[in-house]
Nanobody, 122 residues
Framework: QLQLVESGGGLVQAGDSLRVSCAASGRTFSISGMGWFRQAPGKEREFVAAINWSGASTYYADSVKGRFTISRDNAKNTVYLEMNSLKPEDTAVYYC???????????????WGQGTQVTVSS
């Protein structure tokens, strides 16, 4: 069982940077692939980025590739999403999720956080 708590969301301007964090509790964090998803108003939740259990492998949605970076610190049970060159279309609730397996993937997530709001003004 994993509990996930996101933090670090906020209101920024287009072109700014922001880092969101996800703190996990539970003994399986260090062997779980982790991911970030987002959901904008009126839209379905979409995959953003994923990282494997060790941090050696990452996977990004095309819409954020080159602007966002996912990382993790297993000693701190925390996964991060660094977001650069933010655009108004990045506005959404960002969710952290833990995969049932160790790989970086856009599917197979069993545990979810409550989300953190990121708003990008133009």
């Amino acid at each position: 069982q994993l509990q996930l708590v996101e933090s670090g969301g906020g209101l920024v301007q287009a072109g700014d940077s922001l880092r969101v964090s996800c703190a996990a509790s539970g003994r399986t964090f260090s062997i779980s692939g982790m991911g970030w998803f987002r959901q904008a108003p009126g839209k379905e939740r979409e995959f953003v980025a994923a990282i494997n259990w060790s941090g050696a492998s990452t996977y990004y949605a095309d819409s954020v590739k080159g602007r966002f970076t996912i990382s993790r610190d297993n000693a701190k049970n925390t996964v991060y999403l660094e977001m650069n060159s933010l655009k108004p279309e990045d506005t959404a609730v960002y969710y952290c999720a833990a995969n049932r397996g160790p790989m970086a993937s856009n599917r197979g997530y069993d545990y979810w956080g409550q989300g953190t709001q990121v708003t990008v003004s133009s």
